[in-house]
């Protein structure tokens, strides 16, 4: 994606609270054809030196036929993001959206049946543990579980390159970038957390500011 210097964030965990907030993503893929899947992502973190993300399609999908050890994939997150109209301004200008994005470059590395498993329960955890009554996937025994597994093609992606946008009307004169604020907090849900966003980028740019006496 296209990244200003503006908008370009190095910030890694804002990329993390990203990726984790937002993990059903798209992978993509171009081996013999362009091809993309939404699938669950995990970021592995055990190691915090090499972290790298978890996840699996379908053994019936073309990526999973054609996918190997060591070909280039896409993994392209998108965070927050909503609408931003002009007619908040203070002059006549164009809309916008504003969002938060994350992509990562990475190399295909498959999993074995090891690692899958561990895998599947890993995200099972993660959305199962807020279930009134959870069904972990301990409790679905691991003789049924391992004949599931054999639809699943599993596949760890370890970065090459990470990319983050940040897009919250940096660009804009403080009155406008209040009024898009204020209108975002009267809107919906995804303008709220929009707002939120920008009110954090704000606090930091003026604790940067130096004292003028």
Known sequence: MFIPKLYKSEDYNLMKEIIKENSFALLISSVNKIRATHSMMILNEDDPENIYIETHISRANLQAKTLANGDEVLCDFLGAHTYISSSWYDHINVSTWNYEAVQVYGKVDIMNQEELYNHLEKLTYKYEKFQQCPMMVKDMGKEFVEKEMKGAFGLKIIPTEIFIKQKLSQNRKENDYESIIL????????????AGKMKQIKKINNIKKPNII
């Not at 209108?183 to 929009?194: H, V």
């Open 183 to 194: 209108n975002l907090e009267n809107s919906d849900e995804n303008g709220r957390q929009i």
